[in-house]
Structures are given as C-alpha cells and as structure tokens.
C-alpha cells in the first residue's frame, strides 16, 4: 500500500566507498572523444588548405610587374613656382622636363609637360616665350612656332588679359595662367613622328582687387605633333579646340585673396603617362 505524503521520509547514508558515482561511466570519455574529433578537423583542414594552394603561383609583389621585371613609376612631379614630386624624366631644360623616352608613352609624356609650358605666365614674357620654344621645339620648326606665338602674344592681345607688352599685370594684381593635363591620348604614333592629343584643365586672369579679368577655369584640348630629334621628342606644331568640359560645380567661388595665395603656394607638376 502506498505511503503518504505526510508519512516522514527515511534517508539511508551508505559509507563513502560504497556512494554511487554521480555520472555513468560511459559519459566520463565524451571530453576525450571531442579533443580527438576537433583534432581530425583542424588536421584535415589544413590537408585541404595545402591542396588548393598547390599549384599556384607566388603573387608579384606591388612594385613589380608579372614577369619579375621592376615596374615603370609613373608618378608624376612639378613645373610650377617649384618643381615637386618624382620626376618621370631624369633631367630638365630651362625647367622644362626633357629626356623622355623614344616610346609611345615618352611621346605621351613630352606633349602634357610641354602643353603645360605653352600655357604658363611666362609665355606673355618675350624673353621667357623664347626661351621656352628654343627649349621644347624641334629646330626645324622653332623660327615658325617663334613667329607664330610672338603674334598671339602682341601688345593688343595682351591688354585683353589685362597685362601690359611684357605681361606686368597691374600693381597689387597676380597673373594667372596656369594648363594643367587631364589626360593624354595617341593620335599617331612612329619611331619618328608622334602627335598627342592633351585633354586640359587651366586657370586664367589676374588675382587681386579691381582686377577687369577675374581668374575663371576653362577646359580645352591641346594637339601636340612631335618628331624625335637627336635624344628627345620636340615640338614642331599644336593646335587647340575648346572642351570637353565637365558640368561646373555648384561651389562658391574663391575670393582673389584666396586665389592669389593658392597660386604663389601650390606648385605646378611635371607629367608622365
């Protein structure tokens, strides 16, 4: 007959050697078996791992190119108040790049270093214009382009960007003409002749107060024909259209204090393709 609840409960305490074993004995191997389980994972992971990778090939490493051979830098550096940055050529001419390779990437190279000649301030100056195309012009063509220039850069014209003969701006007033590259195309290319085509960007007018001609942007392309002479491409003719030209930013425009200063503390670049 059952007992009852109310019934007291009886405890029976057996000696200490005799206690049951609190788990059976068949769970006292589990922690065992899961360190050999995890152990053949690892292992044959790894295995799986090795397998794949066979085979493969070690990656080139950043600086240099899939055959092993030291990658060409293409870094560009400075034409501007002071040259800066790495130089795609290993010399200069009147601070002008020069040197460049007898390839279609040195042709490249010439055409958007001397595109940014053409388009700097020193070209409203008679001497310095001169001496940037005895610099950069084939010989056979430098009388031709010296003429040429000489008469986009007379008296008159310049009064229209408000300079004098000589391209003195007004007192407390800063020239500004300033090409920069955007990018550069083959039109034609042989072991002798090259012409390039040079998407730019420039800056042009003058920075300060009362300035009649406040520096504005303006987007064209420059056609560089080039002939490799002696050691170096040299110019023999250009030609420029406007454009193409981005959709302009809906920005607020620099006051001239801050164009001005922008223009004597940032450097121009010298290019390489």
């Known amino acids: 007959m059952p007992l009852s609840d109310d019934q007291p409960h009886t405890r029976t305490r057996l000696p200490v050697g005799e206690q049951p074993s609190s788990q059976p004995n068949g769970r006292q191997s589990r922690p065992l078996r899961t360190l050999v389980t995890v152990l053949v994972v690892v292992t044959l992971l790894v295995v799986a791992i090795s397998i794949a990778n066979r085979g493969k090939p070690d990656p080139a490493p950043s ?96 009064a229209r960007f408000g300079v ?13 003409s300033r090409t920069v590259p955007v990018g550069t195309k083959k039109s034609a290319y042989g072991a002798e002749n090259a012409r390039v085509d040079v998407w730019c960007t420039g800056l042009f007018g003058l920075a300060g107060e009362r300035s009649i001609r406040p520096v504005s942007e303006e987007w064209f392309t420059l056609t560089l024909t080039l002939r490799w002479t002696g050691d170096d491409w040299k110019l023999t003719d250009f030609s420029r259209v406007s454009g193409p030209a981005p959709v302009p930013p809906d920005q607020q425009a620099a006051t001239s204090e801050e164009i001005t200063g922008a223009v004597e503390q940032f450097g121009g670049f010298r290019y390489a393709r």
């Open 164 to 176: 004098d003969a000589q391209g003195r701006p007004p007192k407390g007033q800063t020239l500004v």
């Open 63 to 158: 600086n240099r190119s899939a055959d092993g051979a030291a990658a060409t830098p293409t870094a560009p550096s400075g034409a501007g108040p002071a040259p800066s940055g790495e130089q795609p050529v290993a010399t200069t001419a009147n601070g002008i790049a020069a040197g460049f390779p007898h390839t279609e990437q040195g042709a490249q190279s010439a055409a958007a270093n001397y595109a940014v000649a053409i388009g700097s301030a020193e070209m409203f100056r008679t001497d310095s214009r001169h001496t940037i195309i005895a610099t950069i012009a084939d010989p056979s063509a430098t009388q031709s382009l010296q003429t040429r220039l000489d008469q986009g850069f007379t008296p008159e014209n310049a």
